[in-house]
């Protein structure tokens, strides 16, 4: 969506490592690399005049630091599931992991560079007129931990949904 509106995107995710228009296939075979991999990653992403960086952020990465030295600006929770609860060793654990995403977000110091509120209407159909600026983070209202996720960050949320009501972010006014 970013890169449909002009903006020129780094992504790192399981499929593929990506800065600007050079793109390559993820052959680590883990979703998130190592700290060393990830600053240079973003490094170079820098170097080649990227203004956001997209990353997925998985919680076994977190469990082993991978995530620590990275302002974030924003985060997105997507969902929960019963997928890696065996390498946290229980439910709670997973859900505490995945949370430090958050916390970071929390401390993490205050940018100048947030995507603007113009650029949030036309990616996500967004038109409660709340003040965009600084970091923020999208929630899943329609999941059934959104109540933790919640708590976790005080600033400016957004939430998406299909059920809920209260979702500012729906599948209508992405069109």
Request: glycine share 8%.
């Amino acid at each position: 969506m970013l890169e449909k509106n002009g903006q020129k995107v780094a992504s790192l995710s399981s499929i593929r490592f990506k800065i600007g228009e050079k793109e390559e296939k993820n052959m680590l075979k883990m979703t998130m690399p190592g700290r060393l991999k990830l600053q240079k990653f973003l490094k170079q992403a820098v170097k080649a005049g990227c203004k956001y960086a997209v990353l997925e952020i998985t919680s076994e990465g977190i469990k082993q630091f991978r995530h620590k030295f990275i302002d974030f600006d924003a985060a997105v929770f997507t969902n929960l599931t019963r997928e890696h609860i065996e390498a946290h060793k229980g439910f709670e654990n997973y859900r505490k992991a995945k949370g430090k995403l958050f916390k970071s977000l929390e401390k993490s110091p205050k940018k100048d560079s947030p995507p603007t509120f113009k650029l949030w209407q036309s990616l996500w159909g967004v038109t409660k007129s709340k003040k965009v600026g600084g970091k923020f983070a999208v929630l899943n209202i329609d999941d059934p931990n959104f109540e933790y996720f919640d708590s976790l960050f005080s600033g400016k949320k957004y939430f998406y949904g299909i059920k809920n009501p209260k979702a500012e972010i729906t599948p209508e006014k992405i069109g």
